[in-house]
C-alpha cells in the first residue's frame, strides 16, 4: 500500500454532506444559498448532464445497441453509473427475500436517471397507524409539509393537474403533454371500468422555470440525463447551482467510512477515503449531514461506534438499519391487435408515462392493508438491444396483413412481420406501499469489509401477506384493464401463487427507506421531526433513511421536501447558535 | 469433397483458425472493428466501464469462418428487399462479434450452434454451409427455421413438425435471428426500415388527427384545456 496517513482538512465547515442526489443536493442548495460554508462528499466522479448525459444518440452509437452491463444496468445509455452491484463494494444476504440493493455512484446520484415521477404524499400517507393500526404514524402531518412541496413544485418544476384528490393532494403544476395513442386506449379501457386514468405528475419542464433552465423538447430520455436541464436531477438542479455560490466544495470519489464525534459525542466531522489517490482524509464542521442513501446512511451510523455511542451513532433506540422497505412491484405486458401497422409518426413524449392511475379503492373494503399506483409504458420506443426478439411468439399468432405464417421464419416476409408489429405493444406496473417492518433489516456484516476495509451490509428482509395480496390484486386489474382495450397478455401473465404473483424482490424497485426513521420517541426512532439525531444534536439524516412510511407514492418528491424543511431548520439553529 | 478432407477444413476453419489468422487476417478484422468503436468513443464513459470496452475490443472471438457463416445466415433472415438493405448492409456480423463477447452467455449456444449447422451440411451436402449452394443453404434453414409454438391456451401455432434430431439447430437458428432482427433494427439502415421516426427535438402536440380519427379517439375538453399545446393559430 506504501505511505499511508490521515490528512485533515484544516478548513472547519458549517456542514459537512455525505451523498449528492434528492436529499444531499437539496441540503447543499439551501445551505449554500444561505451564505453556509459547505463540504459536500460524493463518492463516485463529477457528473453534469450538460456534457456527460447520453441524450440524442442513436442506438448504434453504442457498441452493445444499448444494452445493460453491470455498470449501467438500465442499459448503455442511461445515466446512473453502477446499480445492482459495485466492484470491490459488495453487500450480503442472510435469509428471508433477497434484498436488490441499487448504488449510484455520481454526482447527483440516481437522480440523474430516476424517472421524475413527483408524487407529493397526502394526508392520510403521514397518518397509516390511525388508519390501519399497522406500522407507525410519522411525527409530522402533510400540513407541515406541505409548503415545502409547494416550494420544491414552483423551485423545479413539477407537470400534472390539480384533480382535487384526497390523498393525491393538488400542487402548482406546468401543463402536461397530452396522451398518446396507447394511453388513449389505456384511459378509455379504464376508465370504463372505474378506475381513474388522470394526467401523470413528472418533474419535467413543459414550460421554462428560469434561465438555467430549458423547456422539454420531447426526445423521451429522461432517463439519459437532460443536456439542457429540462427535467429534474440533483446533479443539474441544485448541485451545480450551489457550487456556483462559492460556499460548496464538492469533494468527488470521496468514500465516506465513518462520522467523528468528540468527548460529548457531538459529531465533529467525517473521514472518508479519496479513491483517486486511496489516501484518508478527515473534514470537519459544526454539522453533519448524512444523504447517503437509505442504506448507506445506516452503514456509516453503525460503523460510526465510539464510547459515547457504543451501538453506533445515534442508535441509542437500536432501530437503525431497521424498518427497512421498498415500494412494492409488480407487472404485466400485452399487445394490441387494433395497433397492428399503425401509421407512422413520432411519439416519443417526455421521458416517462403521459397519464397515470393513482390509488382509487378503499382498503377497508380488501384483504391488503395499503395501495399502490399504476404506471404505463408503449408505442413507439427507440429500437434498443432486444428489439423485435421472440418473433416467433408473435407471427404465427396473428394474420400479418391479411396472410396466415408459420412461427419464425425468415426472409423478406419476416421483415414485414417486423414492421407490423411495431407500436403495438403496451405495458403496465404498479408500485404500491409495503408494511414497514422492524424485522427488515439491514445491519454490519460482522465477516466482510470492501476493498476500503469498511464493513459491508447484510440484509435480511421478507415480504409479508399483505404486500403478496396486494400484488394479486395488481395482477388482478392489469389483467382487467389488458382485456377491456382488447389486448392480449404476452407477459407476466403466468404469475400465481408460485411466485408470489410476479411480486418483484424487495429493493428492486430502488425507494429504499426507513433505516434512519424520524419519530417523537427516541426509544423507538433515531431522528426528532426535524431531520435530527436525538442522540446527537448537531447530525441530521436528510435522506430516504427518514421515513416512517413510504405510501404508494415514488419518494423522490417527498425526499426534497423534508431535506428542504430540515436544511432551513439546519441555517436558522446555526444562526442561533444552537447547534 | 470428400468427407474426411471436409472435416479437416472445418476443424482448420473453426478451432486452429484462430491461432492460424492470428498473424494475418485477424489483425485487419481488429483494425476493422477498432475503427468501428472508435466512433462510438464520443458516448460518456466512467473509468471501469472504459476499461472493460478496451478489453472487449482487444479480443477477436469468431474465426472468419464463423463470421463467414453468420454473415451468410444473417443475409438469409434479413435480405436486401424493397425497402431496406441486408443485415450485413448493416453491419450485422460487426455487431454480434461484439455481442458475444460483451454477453459471454451467447458464445457457446453460437459456438456450437455454428458447429452442428456444419455438421448437418457435411453430413447431408458433403460441405460445410459457407460452402453448399444457396439452395442447399436454403434446404437446411427451412428445417430449423420453423419452432414449435403453442398459443396461450395450447393451440399449435405450427403447421410443421421439427424433424428429429434437428431441435437443437431449431433453438440455434432463433438466436441467430434474434441477434439478426435486433442487430439490424438497431442500426441507422434498419431502424429507418420499421419506421422509427423519434430521437429529434420536437413539440409534441398529440396524436395526430387523422390517427385519432382512424381510431373513433378525441381528445376531452379537459385535456385540451389542461395540456401544454403547440397549435398554431
Redesign the interface.
Given at each position: 500500500m506504501g505511505e499511508f496517513q490521515i490528512k485533515k482538512q484544516p478548513r472547519q465547515y458549517d456542514a459537512v454532506i455525505i451523498g449528492s442526489g434528492a436529499g444531499g443536493g437539496m441540503a447543499a442548495y439551501v445551505l449554500a444559498t444561505a451564505g453556509l460554508k459547505v463540504c459536500l462528499l460524493e463518492a463516485g466522479p463529477m457528473y453534469d448532464p450538460a456534457t456527460d448525459s447520453c441524450q440524442l444518440k442513436n442506438p448504434w452509437e453504442s457498441p452493445r445497441r444499448g444494452a445493460s452491463t453491470k455498470y449501467r444496468p438500465f442499459g448503455d445509455f442511461d445515466g446512473c453509473y453502477w446499480g445492482w452491484e459495485i466492484d470491490g463494494e459488495p453487500y450480503t444476504n442472510n435469509g428471508g427475500q433477497k434484498w436488490e440493493w441499487w448504488r449510484a455512484r455520481m454526482l447527483g446520484g440516481r437522480t440523474n436517471h430516476w424517472g421524475r415521477i413527483s408524487l407529493r404524499f397526502g394526508p392520510k400517507d403521514f397518518k397509516r397507524k390511525s388508519i390501519d393500526g399497522l406500522g407507525d404514524d410519522w411525527p409530522i402531518s402533510y400540513d407541515d409539509v406541505k409548503p415545502y412541496y409547494d416550494k420544491i413544485d414552483k423551485m423545479l418544476g413539477v407537470f400534472g393537474t390539480n384533480e382535487g384528490l384526497e390523498n393525491d393532494p393538488d400542487g402548482f403544476f406546468l401543463p402536461p403533454p397530452r396522451p398518446r395513442l396507447h394511453e388513449l386506449f389505456i384511459k378509455k379501457a379504464a376508465t370504463g371500468i372505474g378506475i381513474p386514468v388522470i394526467p401523470s405528475r413528472l418533474s419535467i419542464l413543459t414550460k421554462q422555470v428560469n434561465k438555467e433552465r430549458g423547456q422539454c423538447f420531447y426526445c423521451a430520455q429522461c432517463g439519459r440525463s437532460c443536456k439542457i436541464y429540462a427535467d429534474f436531477s440533483a446533479s443539474s438542479c441544485l448541485v451545480i447551482p450551489a457550487i456556483k455560490t462559492g460556499n460548496l466544495d464538492l469533494v468527488t470519489n470521496a468514500m465516506a467510512r465513518e462520522v467523528l464525534t468528540n468527548k460529548e459525542g457531538l459529531a465533529t466531522g467525517v473521514s472518508y477515503i479519496n479513491k483517486d489517490d486511496m489516501q484518508e482524509y478527515q473534514v470537519t464542521g459544526r454539522t453533519v449531514i448524512l444523504a447517503a442513501s437509505a442504506c448507506e446512511s445506516a452503514r456509516l451510523l453503525l460503523n460510526s461506534r465510539s464510547q459515547r455511542h457504543p451501538n453506533g451513532l445515534a442508535n441509542s433506540s437500536n432501530v437503525v438499519g431497521k424498518y427497512l422497505h421498498d415500494s412494492t412491484g409488480a407487472d404485466m405486458g400485452g399487445i394490441i391487435p387494433e395497433l397492428f401497422d399503425r401509421k407512422r409518426y413520432n411519439e416519443d413524449g417526455v421521458g416517462g408515462m403521459h397519464v397515470y392511475t393513482p390509488w382509487w379503492l378503499d382498503n377497508k373494503k380488501l384483504d391488503f392493508p395499503r395501495g399502490y399506483h399504476i404506471e404505463y409504458g408503449g408505442g413507439f420506443g427507440m429500437p434498443l438491444y432486444g428489439f423485435n426478439w421472440g418473433i416467433e411468439k408473435l407471427n404465427g399468432a396473428y394474420k400479418i396483413k391479411g396472410k396466415e405464417k408459420e412461427p419464425g421464419g425468415y426472409g423478406a416476409s419476416l421483415k414485414e412481420d417486423y414492421r407490423f408489429f411495431f407500436g403495438s405493444h403496451v405495458g403496465m406496473a404498479g408500485r404500491g406501499e409495503a408494511v414497514a417492518r422492524e424485522d427488515n433489516y439491514c445491519e454490519i456484516d460482522p465477516e466482510m469489509v470492501d476493498k476500503f476495509g469498511i464493513p459491508v451490509l447484510r440484509f435480511h428482509t421478507q415480504y409479508s401477506d399483505y404486500e403478496i395480496k396486494q400484488a394479486k390484486h395488481m395482477k388482478e386489474t392489469f389483467a382487467e384493464i389488458l382485456h377491456a382495450m382488447g389486448a392480449v397478455i404476452t407477459w407476466g401473465g403466468d404469475d400465481g401463487p408460485q411466485n408470489n404473483y410476479g411480486l418483484h424482490a424487495p429493493g428492486n424497485i430502488i425507494h429504499e427507506a426507513g433505516t434512519v426513521r424520524m419519530g417523537d420517541d427516541p426509544k423507538k426512532s433515531a431522528l426528532n421531526k426535524w431531520s435530527q439525531a436525538h442522540d446527537c444534536k448537531n447530525l441530521f439524516c436528510v435522506d430516504g433513511g427518514q421515513f416512517v412510511s413510504q405510501g404508494d407514492k415514488n419518494i423522490t418528491w417527498s425526499i426534497l421536501a423534508l431535506s428542504m424543511r430540515a436544511s432551513e431548520h439546519i441555517v436558522e439553529e446555526l444562526k442561533k447558535n444552537n447547534l | 469433397m470428400d468427407r474426411r478432407k471436409s472435416i479437416k477444413t472445418l476443424l482448420i476453419g473453426t478451432v486452429s483458425a484462430g491461432v492460424l489468422v492470428e498473424a494475418c487476417t485477424t489483425e485487419d478484422k481488429k483494425k476493422v472493428l477498432a475503427n468501428?468503436?472508435a466512433?462510438?468513443s464520443?458516448?460518456?464513459r466512467?473509468?471501469?466501464?472504459a476499461e472493460?470496452?478496451k478489453e472487449v475490443?482487444s479480443k477477436t472471438f469468431f474465426t472468419d469462418h464463423e463470421l463467414a457463416t453468420i454473415t451468410l445466415l444473417g443475409d438469409?433472415?434479413?435480405?436486401k428487399?424493397e425497402?431496406?438493405g441486408s443485415a450485413s448492409d448493416a453491419k450485422v456480423p460487426e455487431?454480434i462479434e461484439?455481442?458475444v463477447k460483451?454477453?459471454p452467455q451467447h458464445q457457446t449456444p453460437m459456438r456450437g450452434g455454428l458447429r452442428w449447422l456444419d455438421m448437418q451440411c457435411l453430413t447431408r451436402f458433403d460441405k460445410t454451409f459457407k460452402d453448399c449452394s444457396h439452395e442447399q443453404q436454403i434446404e437446411i434453414?427451412n428445417d430449423i427455421?420453423?419452432?414449435?409454438?403453442k398459443?396461450?391456451n395450447g393451440k399449435l401455432?405450427?403447421?410443421?413438425t421439427i424433424k428429429p434430431g434437428y431441435e437443437q439447430g431449431?433453438s440455434f437458428?432463433?438466436l441467430v435471428?434474434?441477434l439478426t432482427?435486433?442487430?439490424f433494427?438497431?442500426?441507422?439502415i434498419?431502424?429507418k426500415?420499421?419506421?422509427?421516426?423519434?430521437?429529434?427535438?420536437?413539440?409534441?402536440?398529440?396524436?395526430?388527427e387523422?390517427?385519432?380519427k382512424?381510431?373513433g379517439?378525441a381528445?376531452t375538453e379537459k385535456?385540451l384545456k389542461?395540456?401544454?399545446?403547440f397549435d398554431k393559430k
Open positions: - | 468501428d468503436n466512433k462510438i464520443g458516448l460518456n466512467m473509468k471501469e466501464e472493460h470496452e475490443n438469409i433472415i434479413i435480405p428487399d425497402v431496406s455487431f461484439f455481442i460483451d454477453m434453414v427455421a420453423y419452432p414449435v409454438i398459443d396461450k401455432l405450427s403447421k410443421r431449431v437458428f432463433s435471428r434474434n432482427a435486433t442487430g433494427y438497431t442500426s441507422a434498419g431502424m426500415d420499421v419506421g422509427y421516426m423519434g430521437n429529434t427535438p420536437n413539440q409534441w402536440n398529440g396524436v395526430p387523422d390517427v385519432l382512424q381510431y379517439l381528445y385535456e389542461e395540456c401544454i399545446s
